[in-house]
């Protein structure tokens, strides 16, 4: 059964950055397994997750709520991946900069379209 939140484009999206950090973070070295690398999926994993709980949760202002953790989540994610490339851990693609540039806005139009309702 398909829930009303895995039909929107944000989640679906998310949903894509969590399987590129995953891969991403799969050739960090071995010392980092439960250190950066873990962040980075755990702060991968909040956003699709925090978008689909606020969704669940019944009203804009819950859903709003949700969608400020997911959009914290993602900047979380964005430094997190500037200090990995900084230690020569990965190389970040512009696909992978456009996608998360797209989440933000994304995020933040419909975080705008909640609060305006």
């Not at 690398?37 to 925090?50: F, K, T």
Request: net charge positive; glycine share 6%.
């Amino acid at each position: 059964m398909r829930r009303k939140y895995q039909e929107l484009i944000v989640w679906q999206k998310s949903m894509q950055l969590v399987s590129s950090i995953y891969q991403l973070t799969s050739v960090f070295p071995e010392h980092e397994r439960f250190g950066l690398s873990s962040q980075l999926r755990r702060a991968g994993v909040s956003i699709p997750s925090n978008i689909a709980e606020g969704s669940g949760r019944g009203s804009d202002k819950d859903f709003c709520r949700f969608l400020f953790t997911a959009r914290g989540s993602l900047t979380e994610l964005e430094t997190q991946l500037l200090i990995a490339t900084s230690l020569g851990y990965c190389q970040v693609t512009d696909e992978l900069n456009d996608l998360i540039n797209q989440i933000f806005a994304m995020l933040n139009r419909l975080i705008q379209s909640l609060r305006v309702a």
